[in-house]
């Protein structure tokens, strides 16, 4: 704090002005005296700072650390500032988020894993506690301007309605003044799911017209930036940049994956050696450093099948031409503060990735991901993908790349995201950009750092102090340490000497330049996989002093060091909250094992007119199970038209609507085919209660049944569907009532101008008390005496 400030900063918010001693009956006494008011501002000369977080990003992908996706902004800001070559995430995104905006571990802060999956426990539940104020609202009551544009993943499922509660989101509780972005682990680019702040918004395009979120959120942040300059000039202002790119599903301008054309058909154990010889030559890895072997569960390129490589290097081109779209717009936005004249006074943070790069696309890539998470990845055949290898990246798609592409990003380590214990699960390129602060230009850094270095540093640079003190609740001190020292310092001892690592069982502890290992869980067989006991791990040690990739393993030959290194491991786990271990994502899956609330209780829920948006944990869920759809319309003259309600996408969900004046039901299975039910008679004019019966087949998760249409109680029409989807139908896409806002679960309608041309009053979802049993559900008849009776 310098010698001029005279606030209190530990103790937030900073207490206002103390009242006049003398109080004076008329103004226009002499002695009556009032101090100006003081607008809070943060001490003199702290700067902007601008935190880009990519998505799914591993070491070896951008051109900036000698990846093959062009990353020409992440390069102009390391020409001018630093690159740091041993920075470190945690793994997996929710965490490395709540990790990077605290300032503390992810599992001191509830986040040792991604919303969906919180348990009970304190490390996994969620939950920012109370006692760990984030960097946002710290700088917010320290005087800065505030927002958020992009990826917020941090929010606990049952909190993500539009009914709140906000404490956990941007706005709410995070400490921003404005927030643009989508809520959860990935959106579809072409139709995002928004919000700005708290409340839901449509894109003023389409995909036909132009529309791409990552072009929308930067214009968003141009936008702010440029007025909060205009209206408040002498304050600084922080913004937190995390775009959905390069996350899946890799949707991008078809002309930006045709830069590409041909630049993957080496393949890519190939491409592993050329992004190696690069990293050498531009000195991101020492030149004594050994390239890691690549995996046995990893294919090679030459025992691929000869079919499947044009598809395989069309996924490859797909996702560079995404990262390099996504540094174009960051440089869009660099180019706006450099034209305001600010770009030299703002702290920039480039974290190239929240995690290695993602495995999670399967061995063989996927057109549509939800495919895998619902256990039906072998329906995308060879022959399937190849089919659609020109859609690869557009708006019928919702695709991943294959695992061996995941591999190759993380260039020169070990395996992918998730896999905490090794580097290619954790270590991302990072650029700091600074000139007022930084004399250093084209420099680099090899200290050893984490994200959660990131929050004490924009104190330090800013002069505050870590609060002590927040709302009236104390603070748990901050468990990152700055990286201000090595800003001018290039030879500085490095002051994170230990650091511990877990995702998923997979664990590991960094000490003085040694590292234990233990991977756990293979990051791409998402569920049923077989683990060992924790206990039967099998530890790998070691010394990135002498050996910069984790190549040479001297656990057999050093067994006392690795000893030593469990045991601290074990120390730091206990003291930041992250046992028990936990591997069972399938009871983790379900709310109900898990511990975790659920915002819809009970087996029915009533939906209005005009709600949309609503992700699937708001809705009361219909899977593998028997369940009826009831919905009160008007129709107008001339005939029905448009979707009634709709959950999903066109990747997978269902949907009931009117086409040509008749019922009908529609149930895609992950965008592979559509069953259909339709309704031999149009619906007639005026009220009426139409109603969609689904009598589950059982026997099993993800199992077909038959559907039933009544139009005031009569059947009018029925169908059957082979197959469900049995965990998700879409992770972006929502349910929407009176029209459906997104990607459209029916090849009967499309995006826009779907709504129902009539009124939809409100839509009943109920579902049946066992699974294998529809005979619980109300009858048609009972169904219609109660809509009757809402009149």
């Not at 004076?24 to 101090?35: E, G, L, Q, R, Y």
């Not at 501002?41 to 990003?57: E, F, H, S, T």
Request: proline share 7%; net charge negative; hydrophobic share 35%.
């Amino acid at each position: 704090m310098s010698n001029e400030d005279k606030k209190n900063r530990s103790q937030l918010p900073i207490h206002g002005l103390q009242p006049a001693r003398l109080i004076t009956f008329d103004a226009k006494d002499p002695d009556t005296k009032f101090p100006p008011i003081d607008q809070l501002r943060p001490p003199k000369g702290a700067p902007n700072v601008l935190i880009l977080l990519i998505d799914d990003v591993g070491f070896g992908a951008s051109s900036a650390f000698g990846g093959p996706c062009q990353t020409p902004n992440a390069e102009r800001l390391a020409a001018g500032g630093l690159k740091y070559n041993r920075f470190h995430t945690t793994a997996l995104c929710s965490p490395t988020r709540q990790a990077l905006l605290t300032g503390r571990n992810h599992h001191s802060v509830g986040m040792g894993c991604i919303t969906e999956i919180a348990t009970g426990s304190p490390g996994y539940n969620s939950i920012l506690p109370d006692n760990c104020s984030p960097l946002a609202r710290t700088l917010k009551l320290n005087g800065y301007n505030t927002a958020q544009f992009g990826k917020c993943h941090e929010v606990p499922v049952w909190q993500t309605s539009p009914i709140g509660p906000f404490d956990s989101w941007p706005t709410g509780g995070g400490g921003f003044e404005y927030f643009y972005g989508f809520i959860g682990g990935e959106a579809n680019q072409w139709y995002p799911t928004l919000y700005q702040g708290t409340t839901p918004v449509e894109p003023k395009k389409t995909p036909e017209e132009g529309y791409h979120f990552m072009e929308d959120m930067t214009d968003k942040a141009i936008g702010w930036i440029g007025q909060q300059k205009a209206l408040a000039p002498d304050k600084p202002f922080f913004v937190y940049f995390a775009p959905g790119a390069t996350h899946a599903p890799h949707h991008v301008p078809k002309e930006w994956a045709d830069k590409y054309k041909g630049k993957f058909d080496q393949g890519w154990d190939k491409l592993r050696e050329e992004t190696f010889a690069r990293q050498k030559k531009l000195g991101v890895i020492p030149a004594d450093c050994q390239l890691t072997p690549r995996h046995k569960e990893i294919p090679s390129w030459e025992d691929t099948p000869d079919a499947m490589k044009p598809v395989l290097a069309r996924q490859m081109e797909v996702y560079a031409g995404f990262l390099e779209y996504a540094d174009h717009h960051v440089g869009r936005l660099l180019d706006n503060l450099q034209a305001l004249g600010i770009l030299d006074d703002t702290l920039v943070y480039y974290i190239i990735g929240d995690n290695g790069a993602s495995a999670e696309g399967t061995l063989n890539g996927t057109f549509n991901e939800m495919l895998n998470f619902n256990g039906m990845a072998a329906l995308e055949t060879p022959e399937y993908l190849m089919e659609r290898l020109d859609k690869l990246g557009g708006t019928e798609s919702y695709n991943h790349f294959a695992v061996a592409w995941a591999h190759a990003m993380n260039t020169p380590y070990q395996w992918t995201k998730q896999v905490a214990s090794h580097w290619g699960g954790t270590r991302n390129g990072t650029v700091v950009h600074w000139p007022n602060g930084i004399k250093g230009k084209g420099e680099q850094r090899t200290q050893f750092h984490h994200v959660i270095d990131v929050a004490p540093t924009v104190l330090e640079a800013a002069g505050l102090p870590e609060p002590v003190a927040v709302n009236g609740i104390a603070q748990r001190p901050i468990e990152g340490v700055s990286m201000l020292y090595s800003f001018n310092e290039p030879k500085a001892a490095e002051r994170r000497e230990t650091q511990y690592f877990e995702m998923f069982g997979n664990r590991g502890i960094y000490h003085k330049g040694w590292t234990a290992v233990t991977r756990h869980k293979t990051p791409w067989l998402l569920i049923g996989e077989t683990v060992p006991a924790f206990d039967n791990d099998v530890w790998e040690l070691y010394d990135t002093n002498k050996d910069w990739s984790q190549a040479n393993d001297l656990a057999k030959q050093m067994p006392e060091k690795l000893k030593e290194l469990q045991r601290l491991w074990l120390m730091e786990a206990v003291r930041y909250n992250v046992l028990p271990l936990d591997d069972d994502i399938g009871k983790k899956m379900n709310p109900d094992t898990a511990g975790r609330p659920t915002l819809i209780k009970g087996n029915r829920q009533l939906l209005f007119g005009g709600m949309g948006r609503l992700s699937e944990n708001c809705v009361i869920s219909v899977k593998n199970k028997s369940h009826a759809v009831t919905a009160e319309i008007v129709v107008p003259k001339g005939g029905a038209q448009g979707v009634i309600i709709a959950q999903g996408a066109n990747i997978g969900g269902w949907t009931l609507y009117a086409h040509g004046g008749k019922l009908k039901y529609c149930y895609n299975l992950g965008g592979v085919k559509q069953y259909y039910a339709e309704a031999t008679t149009p619906i007639p004019e005026g009220a009426h209660q139409v109603r969609m019966e689904f009598a589950y087949a059982g026997g099993g998760l993800g199992k077909g049944g038959k559907v039933t249409l009544y139009t005031d109680g009569k059947q009018v029409g029925e169908g059957t569907v082979d197959a469900t989807l049995a965990m998700i139908f879409s992770a972006d896409d929502g349910c929407d009532v009176g029209e459906d806002t997104g990607a459209p679960v029916s090849p009967d309608y499309g995006p826009h101008g779907n709504a129902f041309n009539g009124t939809v009053k409100g839509v009943e979802i109920a579902i049946a008390d066992a699974a294998e049993n529809a005979d619980h559900l109300v009858s048609p008849e009972e169904a219609l005496r109660v809509a009757m009776a809402r009149q």
